[in-house]
């Protein structure tokens, strides 16, 4: 758990890390709706190679980004079993016993989880090359024109970057729950199923204790420090478009147009 | 008048059980106040109701002569932080400038000046050369010392440290204490300290003692630890310099050092005049 990266900033130097939020952030809805388009393998293998480029940019290693898959593994398996059973569509490919195991039920799987794959790693490139900090600016930006209405863009965005500055803090705190509950006996691994819910209870209920008691102490240090929600603040970081942003965005509005195009002529 | 003020403040969080009853005491400008209790003898409460952080319900609370009470908190901020238990839960920023900026933003520092004043108290605590460390790169310490640059980033007259000792290992222990005794000697800040280590308490102008909820004692730490037997009746610790006084006085021998090493002179003045 403490090598997950969702999610985690990696403070480095870089070419992706020095885009301005907003830039990465607009690049991150244009690249997620590219992934959710195309229907074939070569608008896939486009927008990977894309990704890989950023990911060399960024330099961050892929092993790392791998192992923000790690968590999905089960939910594959998941999703390939009840497409097994319910998909019977397309060319019989084998039998597993009794149960058929069809073209399309591999073919449906597989198309889903390099969609997910691809969603993760794009995010996971978003949080390890900007900080909480800047992400909080990069969304509150965004979602501005919301304010019209009253929306508490503000608060949102700094709700977002607490929630994203406190993951590593919160995995070590489940981490030594679970520790403390192993070493009273709870088996996290073994046993039947509802001796595994009995033993994420074990490990759920005092997580939840400790991060209220976590909030609430962190809301008094934010009001101790002047923090008044809505009230009206300064900013350290100023953010500014460079030359770099508005290529970056191009080439992610680029990619977004060949996603259509894949569509309508593959 | 003195620098803070409270006349009979209390406080329940259920309306049932008061955790902070009837408790008056004041507060000198530049003194190095500690309090001291029990778990659950109101200290955390008392600090709480003295930053604001929860509302006056009986008596009154005057910061430099003005009232604790929601219409003064933007002017009492200016002039009161507080510093937690523990670090990790007052970490606001993604690295340790972007955490000392976080107070400058609520004051409306403009941009151009935030470096210059994030640099000048990095300087100070110490940590000049992590200003873009993360959180979980930092010791204990380390983050304490984060928390208080932001507060003193924020110049205030009183800082008040809440068990912010206790979390940490002996090393950093020492580290912020030394801070917190150079802030009350050499920066005319008001230091309050809620704390359980009685050594750190000998080292202060003034002790305030709290059982139950109610002020116990309030006075010099030498004159709080002369009445030795009334605090082993709330079963609070004597340090052992007080215990060894206290020894060597049933045995009619009188020593006035004020720590170890004095006491220890004292005693071989003794023994060679004899």
């Given at each position: 758990?403490?090598?997950?990266?969702f999610?985690?900033?990696?403070p480095?130097?870089?070419?992706?890390?020095r885009?301005?939020?907003?830039?990465?952030?607009?690049?991150?809805?244009?690249?997620?709706a590219?992934?959710f388009?195309?229907?074939s393998?070569?608008?896939?293998?486009?927008?990977?190679?894309?990704?890989?480029i950023?990911?060399?940019?960024a330099?961050i290693?892929?092993?790392?980004?791998?192992?923000?898959?790690k968590?999905?593994?089960?939910?594959?398996?998941?999703?390939?079993?009840?497409?097994?059973?319910?998909?019977?569509t397309?060319?019989?490919?084998?039998?597993?016993?009794?149960?058929?195991?069809h073209?399309?039920?591999?073919?449906?799987?597989?198309?889903?989880?390099?969609?997910?794959?691809?969603?993760?790693?794009i995010?996971?490139?978003?949080?390890?090359?900007?900080?909480?900090?800047?992400?909080?600016?990069?969304?509150?930006?965004i979602?501005?024109?919301l304010?019209?209405?009253?929306?508490?863009?503000?608060?949102?965005?700094?709700?977002?970057?607490?929630?994203l500055?406190?993951?590593?803090?919160?995995?070590?705190?489940?981490?030594?729950?679970?520790?403390?509950?192993k070493?009273?006996g709870?088996?996290?691994?073994?046993?039947s199923?509802?001796?595994k819910?009995t033993?994420?209870?074990?490990?759920?209920?005092?997580l939840?204790?400790?991060?209220?008691?976590?909030?609430y102490?962190?809301?008094?240090a934010?009001?101790?420090?002047?923090?008044?929600?809505g009230?009206?603040?300064?900013?350290?970081?100023?953010?500014?478009?460079?030359?770099?942003?508005y290529?970056?965005?191009?080439?992610?509005i680029a990619?977004?147009?060949?996603?259509i195009?894949?569509r309508?002529?593959? | 008048?003195?620098?803070?003020?409270?006349?009979?403040?209390g406080?329940?969080?259920?309306?049932?059980?008061?955790?902070?009853?009837?408790?008056?005491?004041?507060?000198?400008?530049?003194?190095?106040?500690?309090?001291?209790?029990h778990?659950g003898?109101?200290k955390?409460?008392?600090?709480?109701?003295?930053?604001?952080?929860?509302?006056?319900?009986?008596?009154s609370?005057?910061?430099?002569?003005?009232?604790?009470?929601e219409?003064?908190?933007?002017?009492?901020?200016?002039?009161?932080?507080?510093?937690?238990?523990?670090?990790?839960?007052?970490?606001?920023?993604?690295t340790?400038?972007?955490?000392?900026?976080?107070?400058?933003?609520?004051?409306?520092?403009?941009?151009e000046?935030?470096?210059g004043?994030?640099?000048?108290?990095?300087?100070?605590?110490?940590?000049?050369?992590?200003?873009?460390?993360?959180?979980?790169?930092?010791?204990?310490?380390?983050?304490?010392?984060?928390?208080?640059?932001?507060?003193?980033?924020?110049?205030?007259?009183?800082?008040i440290?809440?068990?912010a000792?206790?979390?940490?290992?002996?090393?950093?222990k020492?580290?912020?204490?030394?801070?917190m005794?150079?802030?009350?000697?050499?920066?005319?800040?008001?230091?309050?300290?809620i704390?359980?280590?009685?050594?750190?308490?000998?080292?202060?102008?003034?002790?305030?003692?709290?059982?139950?909820?109610?002020?116990?004692?309030q006075?010099?730490?030498?004159?709080?630890?002369?009445?030795?037997e009334?605090?082993?009746?709330?079963?609070?610790?004597?340090?052992?310099?007080?215990?060894?006084?206290?020894?060597f006085?049933?045995?009619?021998?009188?020593?006035?050092?004020k720590?170890?090493?004095?006491?220890?002179?004292?005693?071989?003045?003794?023994?060679?005049?004899?």
């Amino acid at each position: 758990m403490n090598n997950l990266v969702f999610g985690k900033y990696i403070p480095i130097d870089s070419f992706m890390h020095r885009l301005d939020p907003r830039a990465k952030l607009i690049g991150l809805f244009l690249m997620i709706a590219a992934v959710f388009i195309p229907k074939s393998w070569w608008a896939f293998l486009m927008i990977a190679v894309v990704e890989l480029i950023a990911l060399l940019l960024a330099k961050i290693g892929i092993r790392m980004i791998a192992q923000s898959f790690k968590p999905m593994i089960v939910m594959m398996i998941f999703l390939l079993v009840i497409n097994v059973l319910t998909l019977h569509t397309g060319e019989l490919l084998f039998m597993i016993g009794s149960v058929p195991v069809h073209h399309d039920a591999i073919f449906n799987t597989l198309f889903v989880v390099v969609r997910l794959l691809l969603m993760i790693s794009i995010t996971t490139l978003l949080t390890a090359t900007t900080k909480p900090l800047d992400l909080t600016l990069g969304i509150e930006w965004i979602l501005k024109p919301l304010e019209v209405f009253r929306f508490p863009t503000h608060e949102i965005a700094m709700m977002v970057s607490i929630a994203l500055r406190f993951i590593p803090t919160i995995i070590e705190e489940t981490m030594r729950i679970m520790n403390a509950q192993k070493s009273r006996g709870v088996d996290f691994e073994n046993g039947s199923l509802s001796q595994k819910i009995t033993s994420i209870l074990s490990l759920i209920v005092p997580l939840f204790s400790v991060a209220f008691e976590r909030a609430y102490e962190l809301a008094d240090a934010m009001e101790a420090r002047g923090y008044v929600p809505g009230a009206e603040r300064t900013r350290y970081h100023i953010l500014k478009f460079h030359l770099a942003d508005y290529l970056f965005i191009l080439i992610c509005i680029a990619v977004f147009a060949a996603s259509i195009l894949s569509r309508i002529f593959l | 008048m003195s620098l803070i003020e409270l006349k009979e403040v209390g406080y329940s969080y259920n309306g049932e059980q008061k955790a902070v009853d009837g408790i008056s005491f004041s507060i000198e400008k530049g003194s190095y106040t500690t309090i001291i209790g029990h778990n659950g003898s109101g200290k955390s409460t008392l600090a709480k109701l003295m930053a604001g952080l929860l509302p006056v319900q009986e008596g009154s609370i005057h910061i430099d002569s003005l009232k604790v009470c929601e219409e003064n908190m933007p002017k009492i901020r200016e002039k009161l932080g507080i510093v937690f238990q523990n670090p990790d839960n007052q970490f606001i920023g993604s690295t340790v400038r972007d955490d000392i900026a976080f107070g400058l933003e609520n004051r409306l520092v403009e941009s151009e000046k935030m470096e210059g004043i994030i640099d000048e108290y990095a300087q100070k605590v110490g940590l000049s050369g992590f200003l873009d460390y993360e959180p979980q790169n930092l010791s204990g310490g380390q983050k304490q010392r984060v928390a208080i640059a932001g507060i003193l980033a924020m110049k205030p007259e009183i800082i008040i440290f809440d068990e912010a000792t206790s979390m940490l290992d002996p090393k950093g222990k020492k580290e912020i204490k030394k801070l917190m005794y150079d802030l009350a000697g050499g920066d005319d800040i008001t230091v309050i300290s809620i704390t359980h280590d009685i050594e750190e308490v000998l080292q202060s102008d003034e002790c305030v003692v709290l059982n139950k909820g109610k002020l116990f004692m309030q006075d010099k730490p030498e004159k709080v630890f002369a009445k030795a037997e009334l605090l082993k009746k709330i079963d609070l610790d004597i340090p052992f310099i007080e215990q060894t006084r206290d020894t060597f006085m049933k045995k009619k021998l009188k020593l006035k050092a004020k720590d170890l090493e004095g006491m220890a002179e004292e005693l071989w003045r003794y023994r060679s005049n004899r």
